[in-house]
C-alpha cells in the first residue's frame, strides 16, 4: 500500500537515494577492480566510492523526489489515480532536470521521461493482467477442489450412514434371535 502523497515523496526520495548509491557504489567496484594500479586497487576503489556513489545517490533521490512531487500534484489536480499521471510525472521531470540545457534538450529529455516511464507503465499492466489471470485460474482451481472435496466428504458419510445402520440392523437382528432363545 502507497503512503499518502507528502509522506511518498519523502519515501520515494530516500529509496531512490539508497538505489542510486548502491547501484554506482557497485560500478565503483566494477571500475576500480579494472581500472586501478595493481598495488593500490583497494585504495583507487575506496576513492572513487567516496568521490562518485553520494553524488550518484543524491541525483537519485532528487529525481525520485521531483517524479513523487509531480506524481502526487497531477493526482491532485486530476482528482484520479491512473497510468496518465506517471507518465506525465516523468515527462515533467525529464523536462525540470534539462532546463539548464535549453529548450531542445528539456524537450527532449521530457520525451524521453515520458516515454520511458510510459514503457514501465505498460510492463507494470501487462504483469499486472498476467499476475490477475493466474489468480483467477488458481481461484477457479481451488472452488473445483473445494467442490470435489465437499461431494467426497458427502459420499463418505452416506457410507458411514449406511454401515452404521447396517450395523444397527445386525444388531437388532442379534439382539432377536437371542431375545427367541
Not at 586501478?36 to 566510492?49: E, I
Request: aromatic share 10%; hydrophobic share 35%; charged share 25%.
Amino acid at each position: 500500500m502507497e503512503a499518502p502523497c507528502p509522506d511518498k515523496i519523502w519515501q520515494d526520495a530516500g529509496g531512490a537515494f539508497a538505489i542510486g548509491y548502491v547501484l554506482m557504489g557497485v560500478v565503483n567496484i566494477g571500475l576500480g577492480i579494472k581500472r586501478g594500479p595493481k598495488n593500490r586497487r583497494v585504495l583507487y576503489t575506496y576513492a572513487l566510492l567516496r568521490k562518485r556513489t553520494p553524488r550518484f545517490g543524491g541525483n537519485f533521490a532528487i529525481w525520485g523526489s521531483l517524479f513523487s512531487g509531480f506524481d502526487c500534484t497531477l493526482s491532485y489536480i486530476r482528482k484520479t489515480e491512473d497510468t496518465v499521471n506517471p507518465i506525465a510525472a516523468g515527462a515533467l521531470t525529464g523536462g525540470v532536470l534539462a532546463a539548464r540545457a535549453g529548450w531542445k534538450g528539456s524537450v527532449q529529455a521530457a520525451a524521453f521521461g515520458g516515454i520511458f516511464i510510459g514503457i514501465i507503465e505498460a510492463f507494470q499492466h501487462m504483469m499486472q493482467k498476467r499476475m490477475q489471470a493466474q489468480q483467477e485460474e488458481m481461484t477457479q482451481q481451488y472452488l473445483e477442489e473445494r467442490k470435489r472435496y465437499e461431494e467426497e466428504r458427502k459420499q463418505r458419510e452416506n457410507e458411514r450412514k449406511l454401515n452404521q445402520n447396517e450395523k444397527s440392523k445386525k444388531n437388532k437382528q442379534q439382539n432377536d434371535e437371542n431375545d427367541l432363545d
